[in-house]
Every structure is written in C-alpha cells, then in structure tokens.
C-alpha cells in the first residue's frame, strides 16, 4: 500500500504546474475563481492554448493525437488545473465525440471530423435529452426518417450545454420504433446550420443562460452522418457514459470550493469574531472537509482500480453521489458564510460601485443555485443510486 | 379553550388576501416585476393597502385591527403562498418601532409612505449587540447598514445606532443618505445605505427590546411566509409526481420519492407548528426563545423543502421558466435575513436553561 | 387560536397532578426513571392504584367503566404521568383487548372477561407477529381448524411482550386460506394455560426479558372464544390500529428523556468545562429540542383535529415518524453524553459498588439500544412512510 | 508508486489471522465467552500470539515484524470482521508505550504478559489535557481511571500521571493497585483502577508525545476494526435484503431499502478511504490530524451502519441470537473510545488551518 506518487509522476506534475503557471492567462483563472462564467472568447482561447501544447484530448489515445497518458497522470493534471483555477474543457467535442468517432466512426469521418476538433474549427454539442426523456433516456422521440440518402429530422432536444455557441449537434434520435425502446435509436452528426434548426435559449434558476433547446423541422442530414450502424446508438450512448468517468467525483473543484469557503469565513466577521471561529460553522466545515479528505482516497481508489481493470467498474457511480453531496454542501456554506452580503442579485452590481463581500464572492448564491443540476445531470443520484443496486448490491 | 382554528376576522382577512393575489397578482406577474426596478409593484401595492392588510399588522392603538402573532401569520403566510414581494415586512418591522417610538403611522399603514428598517451591517449581519453605526450628540448618523429590504423604495429609515453604549432609533429621510438600490436574487429590493454624519431624528433612547420586538416580529413573519410557500412547493412537487411520466410510470410510483415526500411533510407540519407556537409568544417573555426556534427550524426545512423539490423535479425545475425555481430562491434566502439557522440555534443555546 | 388549556382543564390538570403526588409510589417512580424495568409486582401494584381511583381504563366509554375523558383531557393525563415518572399501563388488556371486546365482543365476553381487566386477575397478551409476517401481518400463517365446538390451532407467534407474565393470550389465526390473505383471519382468546402452549423468552440486543415466543401444538381453543365473526379478524385488527393512537408521538418520553440528557451533560465534565457548554453538544441538543417543541403543537394540533372530526386521522403517522426518530436522537445523547462511564454492561455493575456515572444512568446505554425498537414496532416508520404516501399525497 | 493492494506480507498475515478465526474463533464462540469474566479466550488468546499476529503490531526493534499503520489496520480489520473480543486493542497501545520508553515487550507480545493502558479518567474521557491523576516525588500515584480496555485481567497498567506540570507514563503492578473489573455491554472487558499513593514506576517523562502516538495507533485500530465490522454488518444485511419476503417479494425489492443500502456503502467505502489516509500517515507529522478524522467520520458512519442494519432488518435483529445485534453495540459504543465524534471534530478544526 502506497498513496505517494512516484518519482516520474512527481516530475509530471511539476511539468504541468509549470506549464500552467506560465500559459493561464490571468483573466480566464480569474473568471473561473470567481464563477462569473466564462466567455466563448476565454474558452476558445484556452482550447487553443492547450491544443499548442498538445495537451487538449487527454482522452484520446496516442494513434489520434492523444498524450497516451496514465490515468494517473490524467488525474494529476485534473488535479493541478483546478489548483490552477483553468477552466474545464469544453468536454462535447474532445471527450464525447472524440473518443465516440474512435471507436465507432468510419476512417473518414476521422480523419475530417477530428482536427477539426482539435483546432476548435468545429464546436460541437450534444443533442441526447428530450422534454420527455431526460433520465429515462431510451423513451427519445425525436424522429429520423430514411428518405433517399438523407435523414429527415423532427422533434425536440433539450438541455443542450453551450448549443450558444456550436455549429454542430451530435443527436440520439429514433429511427425506428420497433422492438425495445433501446434498439431503434441513432447516432447522427448534425450540421447547425441546416435549414429547419431553432436553437432557443433557456433561462436557469439563477438568470443564467448555459442551455438550449433545439427544435428540429424537416432537417435534412445526410446519411453519411450516421455514426455506427443504424438502431444501434444506444451502445454508442453507453459506451459513452462509462467510458471517462475520471474527474467525476469533482474533487478538484470541491477543494476550490473548500478554499473559497475558508477565505470567506475568515474575511467575513460576525461583530469583532471572524466566521471561522464560530464554533457551529467550523464544525459544519470541518465536516465537509473530511469528507473530501475521504473522497481524494477514495477517488484515487476507482482510478488505481480503473488502473489495473482497464476499465473503471461501477462503483464510479459513488463518486457521482457523494462527489455532488460533498460539492453542493460547501456552496450551501459559502453561500450561507456571507449573510446578508449573498442577497444581491449579481445581475445589479456594481451599481453603486460597492464591494458587498469579499472579493470574488458576488456570484456566490448564485453558484449555488446553479450548482443544484449537479446532482440531477449526467445521470441524476437517484439513477446512480439504481445502477449501484443492479451492479453491485445486485438486487 | 385549546383551538387551533383561526378566529373569524382571521378567516376573513385571510381569504380577502388569498383571493386578491390569485386573480390579482400571480407568479407570472411577480416575476414580471420581482426582479425589475423599483422590485415591486406600486399599484398593488396601493390596492393591497386599500383591502386593509396593512392595517391587519397593527394594533387599534396605532390605527389597526390586529398586531398580534397570529395577525402577522395569516398576512404572510398567504403572501408566501403566492410568493408575493412586496415590502411588506419593512412595513410591519417599522409599524412594531414606530408603535413603540409612539409616533403616528397612519401613511405607512395606508402604504402612501415608505419605511425601511436598518439593522443590519456587513460585520454585524444578525446580532444587534454587533451594531457599530454612531450617532454623535447632535444625532448625526455615520456607518453602512447593509441589506436594508425596501430601502431601495423607502421614504424613511428607521436606524439603529450607538450612541456611547446605548443603542438608540432613529428616523432618517431617505433624501438626507446615500442610497444604493438593487435586487435581490430571490426577487424584491433592497438597498446599502451608508450615512456620513447624516442628520437624524431620535426616536427611541435605549431601543434594545423595541428592535427585538421588531425582529422577533419579522421572524415570524418569515417563517410564516416560509410556511406558506412551503405549502405550494409541496404541492406543485406531488402534482408532478403524479403526472410525470418515467420509464412507463409515474415518477410518483418510485417508493424513494414517496418516502421523500413524506419527509418534505413532516417537516412541513412541524414547521407549521413552531410558527404557530412562535406566534402564540409574541410579546411575551419567551417571545424571542421561541422566535429563534421557529427560524432555526424554518432554516432547515426550507433548505429541505427547496432542494429535494428541485431533485425530485430534476431539470425542469432549475428553469426560470418554472415556478418551483423562484419558491426555492426565496426559502433559501430567508436564512440569510433577521439570523440564520446557526445564528438562532446559538440563540437558543444561550437559553438553553432559561426556559 | 389559542394554545392554552381551558379553565376546566387546568382545574384537571391539577387534580391528576396532585393525585400522583399523593399516590405513585417512590420506587416505582424511581425504577421508571432509571430504566431498569419494571418488575411483575409493581406493574401490578400500580395497575391497582389506578383502578382503585377509577382511572386506569380511560380509553373506555364511560358505560364500561371509563372516566369519559375529552381526547384533551387523555392527553393531560398522560402528560403528567411521564412529567411524574408514572408507569405507562400495560397496554394489552386495558387499551387494546378492552376496546375490541367493547365494539365487537359479545355482552356474556364483556361480562366476564373486562371486570378481569380491570382487576387484574387476567394479565392480556398479543399473539400477532410471526416469523413470517411481521410488517406483512397479513400473510400471518397460524392455522386455528374447527373441530366441532373447539378450534385446534397450530403455529407460532413471536414478538409477543411481556408473555412471561401473561395468563391469556388474544391471537390473530387463519381460519380459511381462501380469497385474499386478509380475508381467512379470526380473532380468538387463548387462555395460556391450555395443553400444548410454550412460551419462550427471546433476549433483546441489550440482554433484557420482555418479548417472547409463543408455540402452539394442537391447542383446543372453545369456539366461544372467538371474537366478531369467524374469518373477519382483520376487521378488527385494522380498528386497533386506528382506535387509540394518542401517545403514539411518545411526547412524554422525549420530554423526560430531554430532562434526562440536560441532567448528565449538566453533571459530566470534560476537563473543568460541563459538557453542556461545549458548543458542539449543545448544538445538538437545541436542535432536537427545538424539534420536540414542534413536536408538542404538531401533536396537540393532531389531537384537536381527532377531537374535531371525531376520529383521529393518517396524519398521526407523521407522530409515530417523527415522534420515534426526535426520541431516538435524545437516546443518542443521553448516551453519548456519558462517554467512557456509558460502556459497562449493566448485568457486571455494582460489583465494586463504584458510581459509574450520574444517579440513574447506569443503563443508558442499554436504552439506547433497547430503543431502537421503536421505529420497528407497531408498524414500522417505513409502513407508516408508506401508510402516508397512499392516504394523504395519494401516490 | 500509487498502490492500493497489500504487500505480499501483509495480505498473508490477512489471510492467516482471518482463516484462523473463521475456524476457531466464530461469532458464536465470541458471544459465549464476550459476556461472561474473563471477558474473552485465553486459549485463544496464546494461540494467536503463537500465530504472531501481535508481533505484526510492534516494529522489528522491538521483537515484532511491522508496527506501521498499514500492519494495524490489516491486522484489526481482520479481527472486526470477526467481531473478536480480545484485548488486542491494549496490547497494541501498549507495545506503542513500552517502543517510546525502550522496555523489552518480549511477554508482552508473546501474550504471556497482559498490559492495559490507563488513560481515561471520569472528568477527562478523551483529551490528555485534561487528566488530573498525579504522581508525587517518590513516584506514587492517586487517582482513578476509567474505563481502562482489558484491565480486568492486566498484570500491568501503563498509567498516565501528572507530576506538577509534566505529564509522565507510570508502570504499576495491577496487585498494586484496587482494580474494579467489569464487563462492557459490546462484549469485552475492562476495569476501573484506582490508585491511592500506589506505588510506580517511571517509564517516560514528559510522555505526551508518547502518549498521543500510542492514542494515533490506537484509533487507526479502532477504525480498522469498525471497517471490519461495517463490511460484515452490510454484507449481512444486503444478503438479508434479498431473502425476506415481506408482501409477497424479497425487501431488497423495495427502492427505498435499496437505496439506503447504496448510502450504506458509500459511507463504508468513504470510512475505509480515510482510514487508509491515517494509517499511512501514522509517526508523520499530522498523524494525529488524519487520525482525528478518521475517527469523527467512523463515529458517524458506524453509528449509520448500526443503525440502518438494524433497522432494515426489523425485530430480528433486536435480539441476542442474531450476530447483527452484536455487530450493531459494538459499532455504536466504539464512538466511546479514544475520543468521540464530537472530540476529534473539535480536534479537527483546532487544526482547520494548521495543515
């Protein structure tokens, strides 16, 4: 049993912690710090810069332009762009499509989809939930008839991540209706601008606008677009979900989130006693702090599993769960740590030019507002929670 | 005689209110103005003065028919049904000091002038002992009080401030502070409002017990706001369950979120049940143990009640576009005014033999 | 709205107080208080000092001899009795036989069978649960067969408390395996001396004596003994559930159990600081006290409503629920409280003659576990979650 | 290199201990001799010194052949399993104190001498800090000790005393001093000591750094053995998940049971994650910090375990026959031992910012 990393690993992560401090440019790890969401313009940038270094699809194996790295080193450079505040990869293109087209594309759809990719020529979102299909995925309605060497798309996605700013959609959609509700589904690649095609904005709970819908009239795809064989996208979808669970857990942001909390509550006073010294507070942080403290084991676990398995098990499904538990608990208290300083609604700052919390804190209800989809996307709790009945306590 | 029945005239002002805001001011309106300087809606809020809530929340002696904890539930209980923003608990904060300071408060009750209640400040967010805005002796004003809810709309100010040791009200004109409006995230309005040797008017010498009668007050007022939008949550989240479709069933049909909802209703009875005794308090000696009771546990069942309904909904109800995301907004927020629920479990505590 | 007690009832409210006063004898007080159960003998002592007084079977219409209590009045009465440390009444007879037999016994069984009740001259025990059917009661399998004017019945009960002190028995038995499970059952008194009855003690986590085995081999049962009609035992099973559910939040307990806990934490040291004055523990502390404050109205409201309507309804599972778990949490404390000075067995103390802790703690801990039973018993808190989800969110 | 598998060492003192106990030391051998004086097997207890389990707790200076935290856990994660009895747990402390003070513990690891280490007392359970037993000059002690693990058959205390200021570790002959034994209601036993001008032996001065690495390696046993423990009680449970029937289909069926299983092992996995973080830190320099937390999160993740186990099996597993029940005190009352929940939260947040 040996929880340090190795000489090699060390000398990588010096690597990457170097590279960053040197290539993140201020502003984007500013924007990440303080949650006031990124511009396309700072996560175009940031994909370029990565993409320079050859450091973007991580994911991807080396024959396609891949680092070939471990998942040890993958997750040490998880771990060192969250300390660095770098922004999340825009994760759509590089480590769904990416890895989908891998496996499952034709030698052309590679070789013209890809760089694309990585040169950020293409942006690309994902077209899998439906108003009525949201957990419960294989109930997709969206329709994709055969008519000569197109496909003749109608219906609805939903909660498309960032569909703002792509010009393409990979779809889950329905191309036949026999048999189970999994077999007649498709997975087709889908140009943006192809008449037909409404993309309308929806407003979350906190005012911000990160998700879609897209509407699809009489959309005419051509077939070579399919990806896979025809009623076969459900194993594409699967494959997906299980196949880059690393990061899922969230540890890295969750320390973000522990040290944001900490710099509040001891800025933030309560008469002449800083927040941290309150017994009740401290105790509700440290808490949640060794939970994380756990969950870094714990994650680590999965991985070294992961590692010697080849592919992660089902047990990813616990870094989900307690993973959000752990996250959306520390946003509840740095919400909570600022009192009254939280109320202001981020859209009316500045008005009067004021500073209503410590620095970077403005957007702090609202993250944590936000940060509720954490527990219901990707597979909400309560579907991980199923998975882990059937797989493991197998009953 | 034990009777947890609401008297007639209660009954009545309750129904009178309930009514209005349904055909009156619904979820589509308050978001259309919730979130929109000035924050509200002036002319309802005239019209609502006009139906006599207002006046429901003083005593005769002020110019009302009502006053007491259980006035104060039925009012706000219905305006958190309909998760109302209008600035009615500055209103009943300022008619609970200007009652004490015995000054008339004949136009606030009418809703032609507004008053806003400065307590808090960024380093003295709950407690009053914390306050350090001064007053010199010739009642000018310096300080930043923080978070004055209706201050962006207010004609007045009542201040709470030092003078030495002593902890004094005073009455301020708006036009005479600095004033920074803005929104809230949960909808409404408030204001910083910063005086520098700001002229003021004494109102009360030594106004400790007439504050904590004000807060102990708009505690319950929160908490049965809270109460009331509880109900609807609840509601609108077993609708759900019941017409959401998963999997070839109702999502309802999954004993998890059976077993949930059960949960969200226990606590929502016995959240109803410490405001209803927090109300009975009022005025009385225990009146601020209880008050801190009723919050600290609204606290932790609103926080409760807010996110399992937007787990057990999922996606939809992170949308503006849906009701539940706004009730959750606001049954968050109310932790962060009058205390929250570590704020008030520490009251308790330090009473904990007291009782 | 208005909390407070009439004049009528405070006048009551002092009259059982000063009644117990005068009549609860010290050392069965002192054993209530202490939780080293009750012997035999002063279960029956105080059973015949309520009776003598008129007020042992208060859930009795006053035609059979019942006080004619108001639900509020009830109420009053239990409260002062846990306020007094009083002995609950062994329920078995008095409140659950005895209202049975009032609505469904014939006059010749009320006749005979309640004097004995109230004399104490028969001591009534439950023959329900079996091995098989606990929560599920009615897949019940204890098979009575009618053989001329006699049933024989075979099977076996379980969970059956305070047996060992028993001399009758009333026992749900199938008496038809036709239609639906709930259909072939009757309700029959079982005189416990009858040939072919064994009773066996089952010992409880905490290695006490107080529920037992029940074996029946060829008992011959008089058909007289059937009480209501043959296969329509279920009838009756489902009234006592719903009959007499005051008390089911065990507001009294909490209470006393609160007292309990401010009293140690009072006395315990941790260093020179009471333990009270770590803000840790006193969190906890308010927090459940708070708790039961609701729990006080949300019961008292309850309660009203039953008075209101005549009867009371489902809700009163949200009592069990949340009565059991804030009762549950104070068990938790009272033991944690004690630290080290809780770990004794309480069969090994005294040997030294040593105080191990405050007056009346010795087996804390063993309540503790003792206590656990309460959310299983009588319905567990996930059928009453269950009773709940189909009678008032009709799910 | 990262690496989460045993060494080959280790995984064959695992196995050896776990097979000697699945053959000779069952749960219902543990309950027969866990209630009744001498409050376990000495028989046992020489056999599994001959097998050397107790040598894999002290390191090869001292006549064993490990002694770092990973040998502890293994070695008391074998023996939660079991749900053993035997007073390993002061052995281990011991061999700890008697490493820090360069005594030969030759009889003490071949089990042929019992030490107990008596720490606790009734007004300072958890914290060294506060401890008020004294040693005079000529290195007698008074005062009581409580709860002192395995006492009842010690032939040695290793006793923590204050002489002035300087908090010592003592060695007393057990005929010495008046020795209350008794057992403890998870099984096991235990005495109270009390020392009246007893005579002594000093073993180290200024032993508190001793001391708190003695209580380390204690702790890393303790939440080994609960790991142990919490594996069992939730293999026990799911397996009773998928035979009972109730309602005409096994309980496991039902989601909300499922559901809290899934939350039972994610609680265990994050238990056992934490406690493999303090054993490797063990001798380093947060050991204690580590320590602290696996502590806290085992007192409410076994409290969890206990409390669902018990509660998902229903009456069953209230009684004495059934190996839950014994599982279920002994998860609950090891929150009893070197430091409670509440204890090393607070340890945890003395140092929230020290790490």
Known sequence: MDLNYSATELAFQSEVRSFLADNLPNHIASAVRNGDGLTKAMMDEWHRVLNKKGWLATTWPKEFGGPGWTPVQKHIFEEENCRAYAPRVVPFGVNMLGPVLHKFGTKEQQDTILPRILSGEDWWCQGYSEPGAGSDLASLKTQAERVGDHYVINGQKTWTTLGQHANKIFCLVRTSTEGKPQQGISFVLVDLDTPGIEIRPIRLIEGGHEVNEVFFTDVQVPVANLVGEENKGWTIAKYLLSHERTGIAGVGFSMQTLEEVKTIATKIKRGTKRLIDDPLFAARLAEVEIDLEAMKITNLRMLFRAQERGAPGPETSILKIKGTVINQELRDLARRALGPLAAPFPGHLGEGNILFGPPDTAFNAARYFNNRKTSIFGGSNEIQRNILTKTILEL | ?355
Chains 1, 3 share one sequence.
């Open chain 2, 1 to 355: 005689m034990m009777d947890f029945n609401l008297t007639e005239d209660r009954r009545m002002l309750s129904d009178t209110l309930t009514r209005y805001l349904a055909e009156q001011y619904q979820i589509e309106h308050r978001n259309s103005v919730a979130y929109e300087s000035p924050f509200h809606d002036p002319s309802k809020w005239t019209e609502m003065a006009e139906l006599g809530i207002f006046s429901a929340l003083a005593n005769e002696a002020d110019g009302g028919f009502g006053g007491a904890g259980p006035d104060i539930a039925v009012v706000f209980e219905a305006l958190g049904n309909a998760l109302n923003c209008e600035p009615a608990l500055p209103l009943l904060m300022s008619s609970r000091l200007l009652s004490a300071a015995r000054q008339d408060q004949a136009t606030l009750l009418e809703g032609t002038a507004h008053y806003a209640v400065a307590i808090a400040e960024p380093d003295a967010p709950y407690d009053l002992l914390d306050i350090t805005a001064t007053a010199n002796d010739d009642h000018r004003l310096s300080g930043r009080k923080t978070s004055v809810y209706g201050g962006n709309i207010a004609d007045y100010f009542l201040v709470a401030a030092k003078a030495g040791d002593c902890l004094n009200l005073y009455q301020v004109q708006a036009a005479d502070a600095e004033v920074i409006p803005y929104g809230l995230i949960d909808g409404g309005g408030a204001a910083e409002v910063l005086f520098d040797n700001t002229k003021a008017k004494l109102l009360i010498k030594n106004a400790q017990s007439a504050l904590e009668d004000a807060l102990d007050a708009g505690i319950i007022a929160l908490c049965s706001e809270a109460v009331g939008m509880m109900d609807v949550t609840y509601q609108i989240t077993v609708n759900y369950l019941k017409q959401r479709k998963q999997f070839g069933r109702p999502i309802g049909s999954f004993q998890v979120l059976q077993h949930r909802a059960v949960d969200m209703l226990t606590e929502i009875e016995q959240s109803r049940s410490i405001t209803i005794k927090a109300a009975s308090e009022l005025k009385g000696p225990n009146a601020s143990r209880y008050a801190s009771m009723a919050k600290n546990m609204i606290g932790r069942s609103a926080r409760l009640i807010a996110e399992e309904a937007i787990q057990m909904h999922g996606g939809i109800a992170m949308t503006w576009e849906y009701a539940i995301s706004h009730y959750a907004k606001r049954l968050i927020m109310i932790d962060h005014q009058l205390g929250d629920t570590d704020f008030h479990l520490n009251r308790v505590i330090g009473m904990l033999n007291t009782a």
